[in-house]
């Protein structure tokens, strides 16, 4: 079978994390199946280098998701590869290609937080390129053969917003780093008490709810642990560190990391007092997945995707609720030595339900029961 991917978010976090470990690990696990990856022009080296599978070949295409030439070009460069399937990573699928696909949609953020608060773009463009998200995802919801969500809370979402049938949905979970990633130390940070988020900083992420309470959490302590944030810069992270100003010199214990390497994030991660995610909606978790892998103590968002994740293995709080988070950070920075330890172990062995590895196993049956074999 010849299976097309759609890698062109493949430099992007999130999205591009997870593209990355599915063409990974699909390389190591299926000895049978032909791939063709579509790969922005500037990715096309870095994703050449990486490819040592001779079933696979990578297309270059400058046809950028969210784009008329998506739209109009991106059909007819991959109907020349003539694919038995086409695998869309992200919902951003052009609309006027007609063979059989699946799609994977990884949240549905967008129809929660519908404001222009969470763009950069003119309120104008927003709004306009918010209808075509809406019409795009009900169109491909309707057409893909299958949907992969990474987790039950994004299929009952599918199900409640776009009326999907429940069978045409695959819920797989993502996974947590290889044994073989390395964990070298984070040269870039020069502090030893830290709370850790990872991840970027678009609005339902709910940071600036986190730095109040942060600043809350830190005023009466003898000893100031630090919130190190660790995300690629953009003009959101540039906001917040705008935001981080009114607090003077108590802000610089907001510690802004930038993009860090896959073996400084181990490094950060295990490092941490606890990683702190309080997002207000989430289509997986996987920071979190990724911490307790690493026997780092998780605080998290009560929202249902975490809760699926984590169960029982973190911290909850209200994420509309500063004195609530303000009251777990408490909580956990007195948390004896004996309980935070049983905490990381119990984080760790529930990890161990996850990994990228069978993440592809359970694709590749998504694409053969796709096109019937």
Not at 15 to 34: F, V
Not at 213 to 218: H, L, P, S
Not at 275 to 296: I, N, P
Request: hydrophobic residues 40%; proline residues 3%.
């Amino acid at each position: 079978m010849k299976i097309g991917i759609d890698a062109r978010l493949i430099n992007q976090s999130g999205i591009g994390r997870y593209t990355r470990n599915l063409i990974k690990h699909l390389q190591a696990m299926d000895k049978k199946n032909e791939y063709v990856l579509f790969v922005l022009e500037r990715d096309y080296e870095n994703l050449k280098s990486k490819i040592s599978n001779l079933r696979s070949q990578i297309v270059r295409t400058n046809t950028h998701w969210h784009s008329i030439d998506e739209q109009i070009k991106f059909p007819s460069i991959i109907n020349h590869e003539n694919l038995d399937l086409m695998h869309f990573s992200y919902f951003s699928v052009p609309v006027f290609y007609k063979k059989p696909y699946i799609v994977t949609i990884h949240d549905l953020i967008i129809d929660h937080f519908p404001t222009g608060k969470a763009s950069s773009l003119p309120l104008a463009i927003y709004y306009f390129k918010r209808m075509a998200y809406k019409f795009v995802t009900a169109k491909v919801t309707s057409d893909a053969k299958k949907i992969i969500v990474p987790s039950n809370a994004t299929k009952d979402e599918l199900i409640q917003h776009y009326k999907v049938p429940k069978e045409k949905i695959n819920v797989i979970y993502e996974g947590i780093f290889d044994d073989s990633d390395a964990g070298e130390s984070a040269e870039k940070i020069d502090v030893k008490d830290y709370f850790l988020y990872v991840g970027n900083a678009y609005p339902h992420k709910n940071l600036e709810k986190l730095i109040e309470a942060f600043i809350m959490f830190i005023r009466k302590k003898d000893k100031y642990p630090s919130l190190v944030l660790a995300g690629r810069k953009d003009y959101f992270y540039d906001k917040l560190k705008d935001f981080v100003k009114k607090y003077g010199e108590t802000g610089k214990h907001i510690i802004f990391m930038g993009e860090v390497s896959d073996s400084e994030l181990k490094s950060l991660y295990r490092n941490a007092r606890a990683l702190v995610t309080a997002s207000q909606m989430e289509g997986f978790g996987l920071t979190a997945l990724e911490a307790m892998s690493l026997k780092c103590v998780v605080l998290s968002s009560d929202i249902a995707s975490l809760h699926e994740i984590c169960q029982d293995c973190c911290i909850y709080f209200d994420p509309n609720d500063i004195v609530d988070i303000k009251k777990k950070l408490d909580m956990l920075y007195n948390l004896e030595q004996k309980k935070l330890d049983d905490l990381k172990q119990k984080g760790f062995e529930r990890s161990k339900n996850f990994s990228w590895d069978k993440m592809a196993v359970e694709t590749i049956k998504i694409y053969e029961s796709s096109v019937g074999i």
